[in-house]
Each structure stands twice: as structure tokens, then as C-alpha cells.
């Protein structure tokens, strides 16, 4: 620290944590200042999450020590935490969704009246008065069902100002917005450091922290093992810092030809959602949908699948005709589907490790309607050590596993039916560098072997990095088809905003 910098508002001093013989945190260093934009990064697994629920009095550290304004303090319970300013905003918000806006921000904290009635004009007015500082346009009196992720968190840090937060924690706060909700965010962050708030920013994507954090500290293996400004790193040196070691390519594309048609899609509609949607996967072919958020793209895939009904338009799967509205028959047919919403959709958290790899495979696996464990455990151990699986008992819940494990595990379960066709939707969201590397270079291993890849990603540098195909998506619709020379980041974005329609 140079001798001017300001005294910290919060700082965490070489704590230790430890579960059993698990040391999840050796050396947690971190100090939050006022005005100051402090990005938390490193590979899943590297402690970050240990390291932010001490900060907020979520659990309670082994050694080392916590100092508020300089002063040694001892959170015993996350209340402590808000007491002295510290709030957490959570990658998905946690609010009640048949309230208002008003009632979430004040819950517990009703303004009153006479016969201790809630005062709902105060509370109105409060709560209005902090959207308006924050500079967004939203009404305090909307109920939260309906509102987007992105409002929501909003109305997460309205709540943190109403109780005069000066610590803000945004765990992956980007990781389901889209491109002007996200610059919204950065406006609201860039307003609350100008006030003079410290906050810690915790995300995946790196071009963010160079964007809107100004210092970043680097987590590894449990440790704090490099802190620096931003201006001072390079995005190859912060991957280097991050992994511990050369990352060769993020996109690790290996050339493959293009075999026959696997999957084809003629004039998918369903009504109000997409329009008229045709393309083909070929075998050996990774293929992107492209596009901004609601464009439609996660939404043809479901369709595909069978888990939305279409109401017109065909799916054909090496020349067999899928009944629509029946993921068993696109199972059947030699479908797998990685779902955007690992937890809720791809994985059962409270099942171990094990039976998730191996839920698509169970009728195989059983002998007179007996499953039997050995063929199960071997199997999720085979594809346990394809995919570099990184676990401490296969009978463990999944839902110990980091994200870029749990995406591993639904891969795995999928990848255990020997598709023809694999779509994966958003493959690498929440996940970490160094995995991210990996499950592009599993996909692209996977294209070369003759896998058809139908592939739904927000993330332009992924599509352009991985696709030998680019289908852009505006408002239902295809409006491009680019091949990999062809697409580059103006065309993609052109053809998203409905600027480049498709030719006739």
C-alpha cells in the first residue's frame, strides 16, 4: 500500500480456512478502499468463494484477521456483516417475487406509522429516491415477478444502499445480462465508486475486469498469489497468473472435414417466439447460433429436443424424422442436450456425482429392472477421467463440485450416450478460464471424430474462436450465415441487430 492510499474500509489478513482436511483458503489477503473497483478472479476452485463468504459473516475463518476502518472485527453471522456496510449481490438474486420493488429493498426495515402500520408513502418515496439516484428507470411499486435478471439486481443494490452499504460484493453480477444491461451495470457501478463505495468484483469474463476495475487480485489453489492494477496486466499475463501456467489457446480449434448432414431443420415456428428457422449440422461440424439475449436461440434448441412443442416445420436427424414435442424420440434418435441452466435444468444437486453421469444410461445399465452399482461406478468413472473431472468421492453430491465441474458432469452425462448431434447452450458460462480452455478443446476433439455440434453462445470471441459455422439470429429469425472466414465481430453484431438480412 503507498503511503497516500486511503485506510481500507474492509481488509481480510492471511486467513485460513479449513473443512476437514480441505484447506479451501492458505493465505486470504485482500484490502477493499473507498472509490476503489477491486476485480476477484481465478480459476473455480481457487478459493474465491471462501474468500467473499468470510467477508460477509457467511462463516467464520480459522486464522488470520478482519479489520473494518482499521479496526480488528469478528463477524459471527452475516447481520454483523450488513451492520458494518458490507452487502452481497449474488450472481442470481435472491428476492420475493410476489412483492413489490418498495417491499423487497426495505424487508425487515418497514418505515411506520401510528399503531406501527407500514408507512407505504415513505416507503415508496425511499425506495424511488434510491432508483433514481442509482439512474435507472424502474418503479418502485412493480412487483419483482417479471422483472429481468438484470432489474433484479438492481433492486439488490437499491437494497444495500437503503441500509448505507459502503462494501458492495458482486459475485459474476454480468453473467446473465446482455450487452446493454451489462453497460447499464458498469454506469451503476462507475456511479457508486464516484460516492466513494469500495467494491469487490468477482467475473469470469476478462475483458470486464480491464473494463471497469481499476485493481485485481489474483486467486490459486486456496492462495491470494498476485494483486496489482489493471493497467499494470496484460490479459495473457492475468490468464498466466490465474492458471498457474502457459494457457496455448483458449480456442483450440482442430481442423476437421465436414462429413454428411446429421441434423437438419426446415421451417421451425413456434408462434410469437421464432419464425421460419432452416440450417443443417454436418458431421465433424461445429455450427454457432448466434445472436443477442431474446433473440430466440436457446428456444430453437428446445425445440429441437422436443421440449417445446413447435407449431410448424420439421426436424430430421440422419434422415429420421423426429415427432415433435418428445425428447425421448430426440434422445432416441441420437440427440444430446446441454442446457443454459446447468443446476436447474441439467443437474439433480442433491444426487452424487455418479448417478448424474449416469441418468441418461440407467435402462442400459440395469439387469431385470436392477440396476447394478459396479457397471454404474465404472461408468461414471470412465467418463469421470475423459473429461479431467476434478472430485473427492464420486458418491459426493454434485452440488459440491465447482461450476466448471458441474458442466463437466452434464457433459459427461450426455456424452455417455454416444450422440450424433450434441447441442450445448451457453457451454462455458460462469465457469473459469482455464476450464473454459478445456471444453473447447473437448468439443473441437469431439467435432474431429465425426460429432455433429449445434452450439448457442452469447460470448462473440467463443462463436467466432470455435465455429466452423456462424447462424445469427434477430428477433426469431436467421438474418446471417457466415462461414468461419466470413465471420468476423462487425458482421456477427450487424446481422444480430437486424442491419445484415439474410439474402434470398
Request: hydrophobic residues 45%; proline residues 5%; aromatic residues 4%.
Amino acid at each position: 500500500m503507498t503511503p497516500d492510499a486511503p485506510t481500507p474500509i474492509l481488509e481480510l489478513r492471511d486467513a485460513v480456512k479449513s473443512y476437514g482436511a480441505v484447506r479451501a483458503l492458505r493465505r486470504g489477503t485482500i484490502a477493499l478502499r473507498p472509490g476503489e473497483v477491486r476485480a476477484l478472479v481465478g480459476e473455480n476452485g481457487a478459493g474465491k468463494s471462501t474468500l467473499v463468504k468470510l467477508l460477509a459473516g457467511v462463516i467464520r475463518r480459522d486464522g488470520g484477521e478482519m479489520l473494518v476502518d482499521g479496526e480488528v472485527v469478528d463477524f459471527h453471522a452475516p447481520p454483523d456483516a450488513r451492520a458494518a456496510g458490507i452487502a452481497v449481490i449474488y450472481q442470481e438474486p435472491t428476492l420475493f417475487p410476489d412483492l413489490s420493488v418498495a417491499e423487497n429493498v426495505v424487508m425487515g426495515r418497514h418505515p411506520l406509522k401510528g399503531g406501527r402500520r407500514i408507512d407505504r408513502t415513505a416507503m415508496h418515496e425511499e425506495v424511488q429516491g434510491l432508483l433514481d439516484r442509482l439512474g435507472v428507470r424502474l418503479d418502485a411499486e412493480r412487483p419483482v415477478r417479471g422483472l429481468s435478471i438484470a432489474d433484479q439486481q438492481i433492486v439488490e443494490i437499491a437494497k444495500a444502499l437503503s441500509f448505507d452499504a459502503r462494501v458492495l460484493i458482486m459475485d459474476e453480477p454480468t453473467a446473465a445480462l446482455s450487452g446493454p444491461e451489462v453497460e447499464r451495470l458498469f454506469g451503476v457501478v462507475g456511479a457508486l465508486r464516484d460516492r466513494g463505495a469500495a467494491i469487490l468484483f468477482i467475473s469470469h469474463r476478462l475483458e470486464e475486469v480491464f473494463a471497469i476495475c481499476s485493481t485485481v487480485t489474483v486467486m490459486r489453489d486456496g492462495e491470494v498469489v498476485h494483486d496489482a492494477d489493471t493497467a499494470d496486466l496484460t490479459t495473457d499475463e492475468l490468464v498466466r497468473r490465474m492458471v498457474g501456467r502457459e494457457l496455448t489457446a483458449l480456442f483450440p480449434k482442430l481442423d476437421s472435414e465436414p462429413g454428411p448432414t446429421v441434423l437438419r431443420v426446415e421451417r421451425l415456428t413456434r408462434e410469437g417466439v421464432f419464425t421460419d428457422v432452416s440450417f443443417e449440422v454436418r458431421a465433424g461440424e461445429i455450427v454457432a447460433l448466434a445472436g443477442l439475449v431474446g433473440a430466440g436461440r436457446s428456444e430453437v434448441a428446445r425445440a429441437i429436443f422436443g421440449i417445446d412443442k413447435p407449431d410448424g416445420g420439421t426436424v430430421d436427424v440422419a434422415g429420421e424424422r423426429l415427432a415433435p414435442g418428445r425428447p425421448l424420440a430426440a434422445m432416441r434418435a441420437g440427440i444430446g442436450f446441454v442446457p443454459e441452466d446447468r443446476r436447474q435444468q441439467g443437474l439433480v444437486m442433491d444426487h452424487s456425482i455418479q448417478r448424474n453421469v449416469t441418468l441418461t444410461r440407467l435402462k442400459a445399465l440395469a439387469r431385470f429392472g436392477l440396476l447394478r452399482t459396479p457397471s454404474e461406478r465404472s461408468l461414471a468413472a470412465e467418463w469421470s477421467k475423459r473429461l479431467q473431472l476434478k472430485y473427492h468421492r464420486l458418491d459426493d453430491p454434485v452440488g459440491f463440485l465447482s461450476g466448471g465441474n458441474q458442466q463437466k458432469v452434464v457433459l459427461a452425462k450426455w456424452l455417455a450416450t454416444h450422440p450424433k448431434v450434441l447441442m450445448v447452450d451457453e457451454p462455458t458460462r460462469g465457469i473459469d478460464v482455464g476450464t473454459k480452455a478445456e471444453v473447447h478443446r473437448l468439443l473441437s476433439e469431439l467435432a474431429q471424430k465425426g460429432l455433429a455440434v449445434l452450439m448457442v453462445s452469447s460470448e462473440l470471441p467463443e462463436v467466432l474462436g470455435m465455429a466452423d459455422r456462424v447462424l445469427v439470429m434477430h428477433e426469431g429469425r436467421i438474418t446471417a450465415e457466415l462461414s468461419r472466414e466470413e465471420a468476423d465481430e462487425e458482421s456477427v453484431m450487424r446481422a444480430a441487430t437486424g442491419q445484415l438480412e439474410l439474402a434470398a
